[in-house]
């Protein structure tokens, strides 16, 4: 990926992330499902922290997600972005983000829609 292409996929995670942030709060008081533990938000932005910074290498992105990630809804997310975050090219985001769906899928034991 040029180095224009990663500063833009960077800058959107951080985006990305930074939107998230402004509404975790709320997450976690809508949380309801499978148990109303007031959580999700919370383990969400802890796990996705590192999607702050993709600059330093995706690979090491996708490394530090995994590290991070807490709870049921942070391993789901977790699985779907070290996928995700392994796209070469805009091509590649839809491939990556099916196998991401895919393994957030085979996160945990028995995921359950909610």
Known sequence: MSGKR???????FAAGYASFV???????RINVFPVADGDTGTNLRISLAPL???EGGRAAAARRVS????????????AFFR???????REDLEK???IGC????????????G
């Open 96 to 98: 990556c983000a099916a």
């Open 67 to 78: 590290r991070c990630a807490t709870g049921n809804s942070g391993n789901i997310a977790a």
């Open 83 to 89: 996928e995700f975050v392994g796209a070469e090219n």
């Open 52 to 54: 702050r910074d993709v």
């Open 102 to 113: 895919k393994k957030s899928c085979q996160a945990v034991a028995d995921p359950r829609a």
């Open 6 to 12: 990663q500063k833009e996929l960077s800058s959107a």
């Open 22 to 28: 402004a509404w975790s709060d709320l997450v976690d």
